[in-house]
């Protein structure tokens, strides 16, 4: 239940910041079954990772479109798990698939925390897994007081807060 409200509440988070400014959603899907798809491994434990965004959604804006994955993190996963779910947004990414199905070249993963220390932790286990600036960490705390549309995203090895639109 708690997850589902996270969810939630960074689409309210997300909507209102969006009443101030001239960009727009142009698609916002929760997770479901149909964005579930499975990623080969080859040489790795397992056969296959998987990736089960919690809501794919896009921006329109004047530098064009953003499109997005959301990972709604409270503090569950196992931080070896979570590198499981980077390496297979890496190679969904990598085997062109996302282009295909999607119509889109790019995206990014952001992951929305419950605590700063959950956060530096998981920037930690991205890079670890060769994570870099497509996957994008915040807090509540931090999208509840300022925007989601602010300068408010850490990547892996950046100490410099990014906007989701630059």
Same mark, same amino acid.
């Given at each position: 239940?708690?997850?589902?409200?996270?969810?939630?509440?960074?689409?309210?988070?997300?909507?209102?910041?969006?009443?101030?400014?001239?960009?727009?959603?142009?698609?916002?899907?929760? $997770?479901?079954?149909?964005?579930? /798809?499975?990623?080969?491994?080859?040489? @790795?434990? !397992?056969? %296959?990772?998987?990736?089960?965004?919690?809501?794919?959604?896009?921006?329109?804006?004047?530098?064009?479109?953003?499109?997005?994955?959301?990972?709604?993190?409270? $503090?569950?996963?196992?931080?070896? /798990?979570?590198?499981?779910?980077?390496? @297979?947004? !890496?190679? %969904?990414?990598?085997?062109?698939?996302?282009?295909?199905?999607?119509?889109?070249?790019?995206?990014?993963?952001?992951?929305?925390?419950?605590?700063?220390?959950?956060?530096?932790?998981?920037?930690?286990?991205?890079?670890?897994?060769?994570?870099?600036?497509?996957?994008?960490?915040?807090?509540?705390?931090?999208?509840?007081?300022?925007?989601?549309?602010?300068?408010?995203?850490?990547?892996?090895?950046?100490?410099?807060?990014?906007?989701?639109?630059?």
């Amino acid at each position: 239940m708690e997850h589902t409200l996270g969810v939630s509440e960074f689409r309210i988070c997300l909507d209102m910041a969006l009443t101030e400014r001239q960009e727009e959603i142009f698609f916002y899907q929760r $997770g479901e079954r149909s964005h579930l /798809r499975r990623i080969s491994i080859q040489g @790795a434990k !397992k056969k %296959y990772f998987v990736v089960a965004p919690d809501a794919f959604f896009g921006i329109q804006s004047a530098r064009g479109k953003h499109i997005f994955f959301l990972e709604v993190d409270m $503090g569950t996963e196992t931080f070896s /798990r979570f590198a499981e779910k980077v390496v @297979a947004y !890496k190679r %969904y990414w990598k085997s062109g698939k996302y282009g295909e199905e999607y119509g889109f070249n790019h995206f990014r993963v952001l992951t929305v925390c419950e605590s700063e220390k959950r956060l530096a932790n998981l920037r930690q286990a991205t890079g670890r897994a060769g994570g870099r600036q497509m996957f994008l960490f915040t807090t509540f705390s931090v999208i509840r007081h300022d925007s989601p549309l602010g300068s408010v995203w850490l990547s892996p090895f950046s100490t410099s807060p990014t906007s989701l639109l630059e």
